[in-house]
């Protein structure tokens, strides 16, 4: 597969400063499209871009997918590329865009993994020894608690928080902003995380969330130290920020069955991107009845 990590071209960091301070993108969707981006230059080789046709395109495509990339990223490779070339028309005279029009090969169709919520509990409840420990704990929580994605997590600041009516104020996906309900554990973690954090905080930061360095914390950051929390604790599925989301989601949806209500609080611009997790509902369900039903499974 070609070297995603080739030195970004001026017209690719100027395209990042358009995705940043005009399009509001999150730092992380922003580092996707750059890789992605230096994904086509690579492949491009010597060839200009605007010198590339629809059928180079395609070739390009395979290639990516005869290395082993899926369907559902090869979507985003080539949005990617098509958002790029929108630029490179609108600023730099480049006359076509030849990924217009072209689809990526059909992804199976796989429903989001979730935990189980006795598996989440034992996830987010964890012995705190150090401030760190604080910090994971109130991150983890927060994930669970609020179905937040991780650029929303590391993006939050104090302010952000409303302790007196249970809510986090959230800037999401197209810099959408969103109140999302806080949980009593959650917002215990958070509080204990806040009376340790001034000592560790540069005095300039204003992020909620901070490493020993005093700074921000990194996505990658939140990924490696939940991914360790999941080692610990024995669970056998990749632990990750995501799957957090997807079990609150379930969780939220399997209690409630209101799906405006979760297609809200995860910041979903259309309920069809929510209505995956009713199969993961009917799933739940279906398991339910087989184990509890007498005739479930019995053959007539």
Known sequence: MPDAATPAPLTLTGYLAYLNNERHYSPLTAENYARDIRRLFALAGATPLPDLKSHHIRRFVAQLHGGGLGGRSLAR???????????????????????????????????????????????????????????????????????????????????????????????????????????????????????????????????????????????????????????????????????????FATHVLQSSGDLRAVQEMLGHASISTTQVYTHLDFQYLAKIYDSAHPRAKKKP
């Open 77 to 247: 490779v080539l949005s990617a590329w098509r958002g790029f070339y929108a630029y490179l028309m609108r600023d730099h005279g480049c006359q076509s865009n030849p990924c217009m029009g072209l689809r990526a090969p059909k992804a199976p169709k796989t429903l989001p993994h979730a935990l189980s919520p006795d598996e989440a509990v034992k996830l987010v409840e964890m012995p705190v020894e150090t401030p760190m420990d604080a910090r994971d704990k109130a991150m983890f929580e927060l994930l669970y608690s609020s179905g937040l994605r991780l650029a929303e997590l590391v993006g939050l600041n104090p302010i952000n928080l409303d302790f007196s009516d249970a809510t986090v104020r959230v800037t999401g996906k197209g810099n959408k902003t969103r109140v999302v309900p806080l949980g009593s554990h959650a917002m215990a973690a958070l509080q204990a995380w806040l009376v340790l954090r001034d000592a560790i905080a540069k005095p300039d930061e204003t992020a909620l969330f901070v490493g020993k360095n005093g700074k921000r914390v990194s996505p990658r950051s939140v990924q490696l130290h939940l991914r360790k929390r999941g080692i610990t604790q024995g669970i056998a599925s990749g632990v990750h920020p995501h799957l957090l989301r997807h079990s």
